[in-house]
């Protein structure tokens, strides 16, 4: 009887993941708790929002008004530009409905005390 080691699946996996350029894990849960810091660092640091807006204008209404749609909107413009797929507003949704209720928490925290 022989027995053959098979290499695992998660050291497969372990490999593609330091080879592929796809937005860290960090920097994704990052954006979600504090969009508005990840917009600035994204800003600073990368040329994520390059190419994507002519004027200064929705950048900064985004930052201000709706951050994390902001993010999502950008990447996905990015990431497969002209017009947005079902699958794209689907998650333009999600981050809209993300977005309105980090802003309407604290009123709810504040009507219950």
């Not at 947005?84 to 925290?109: E, K, N, P, S």
């Amino acid at each position: 009887m022989n027995i053959r080691a098979v290499p695992s699946a998660r050291v497969n996996n372990q490999e593609s993941c330091r080879d592929s350029k796809s937005m860290p894990c960090l920097l994704a849960l990052l954006a979600v708790a504090f969009p508005r810091l990840a917009i600035v660092l994204l800003w600073l640091f990368t040329n994520f929002f390059a190419g994507v807006y002519q004027n200064i204008v929705i950048p900064v209404l985004g930052f201000l008004f709706l951050p994390l749609t902001l993010i999502v909107y950008t990447y996905l413009q990015k990431t497969h530009p002209g017009a947005m797929g079902t699958q794209q507003l689907i998650f333009l949704l999600i981050a809209v409905i993300l977005d309105l209720g980090l802003i309407g928490g604290g009123t709810t925290y504040r009507r219950r005390t």
